[in-house]
């Protein structure tokens, strides 16, 4: 570390304060030789990443302070999810309820910065419709009652070798808009969100180490990759977590089903670049095409439609030669045509009942 680093570094932590303005931040690093104001933020970010201080410089209201006691901060946050009004109000509190927690002379006019640290931790969240902010940690652990339609959902979970506390919690606050019911139909352990005319689920199981997600609706592929993205986004911040994306089978036999035989998406990955474009399911056997396995979920594997056209030659041709007769016709098309679309089967097994 250059020396004059070190030197507002020293300087930094001598300072008695909690905190500071940025304008005093930047006169301190002037005094130590700074010159350029890009070269002083630089500093700010690299201090803020080693956890020496606190310093928000995307978010428009935190960029004017410096946290120079971070404890500072987090006995503020504590001192808010371990009042007793707020647990007995399942996580729900207000502004006037922080006049109260926070009345030390310690934090005079910095509760909207402390408040907006706090949802910057991914802690809380405002209700839309009311001046109303919700800790989803302390939350009712008991899930409400909803409808759930249980056709045609697609399936997805995470695997944890070790599941670190308060995921669900970041995963909620970030996804908080698209809560269901008025942003109602949330608890400590899972939540549903609603968005164009679909839903999801989306549960923690903290003892098996695992993320459940069920989405069902018009455009379950594209929730899908909203909800993923976003989870992918919260395993990044931790450090070489080990964790494991896993793809519903889409085969005969596990299609529709609430607990399909699972690809892990590493394992597709992995055959793809290796030129192997299909993977077995462990329960039928059957080999399925790894493209459309990924594009059934995510919509950046979406594949292309195909304009297939089978005349009644080679449906007699298919209808003759490679299905038996006595056996469930639409099970053998998908095992032997997995790449075909629902509309393009529907054509076929048509196609087929006329030759």
Known sequence: ?????????????????????????????????????????????????????????????LNKTLILKPEWGTDAVYKVLDNQRVKNNHGRFSKTDLSYIWQAAKYDNMHDELLQLMMNFKLCYKLEYCDTYIAPQILPTKQPDFDWNENNNTILRYDYEFMPKGMMTQFIVAMHKSIEDKQQRVWKEGV??????????????????????????????????????????????????????????NCYECHNQQQPYFHTYKSLLNLKSKGISASQCDHSGVMLDIQKLLGDVLSEYK????????????????NNSNL????????????????????????????????
């Open 1 to 61: 570390m250059p020396k004059t680093w070190v030197d507002v570094r020293l300087a930094l932590e001598n300072e008695t304060q909690n905190y500071i303005s940025l304008n005093e931040f930047l006169n301190i690093c002037e005094q130590h030789g700074f010159k350029r104001r890009e070269d002083k933020l630089q500093l700010s970010g690299y201090l803020h990443d080693l956890g020496t201080c606190l310093h928000f410089q995307n978010d428009p209201l």
């Open 192 to 249: 549903v969100l609603q968005k164009d005319e679909t839903r999801a689920e989306i549960t923690e199981e903290y003892e098996k180490r695992e993320i459940h997600i069920r989405i069902q609706g018009k455009n379950r592929r594209e929730l899908a990759t909203i909800v993923l993205h976003e989870w992918d986004k919260i395993h990044d911040s931790y450090y070489n977590l080990k964790v494991q994306k896993l793809i519903p089978c």
């Open 303 to 318: 594949p292309q439609e195909k304009n297939i056209n089978i005349n009644v030659m080679q449906a007699d041709d298919i």
């Open 324 to 355: 038996n007769q006595g056996d469930n016709v639409e099970q053998q098309l998908d095992q032997q045509f997995s790449s075909l679309t629902p509309e393009q089967k529907a054509k076929l097994l048509e196609q087929l009942k006329n030759t």
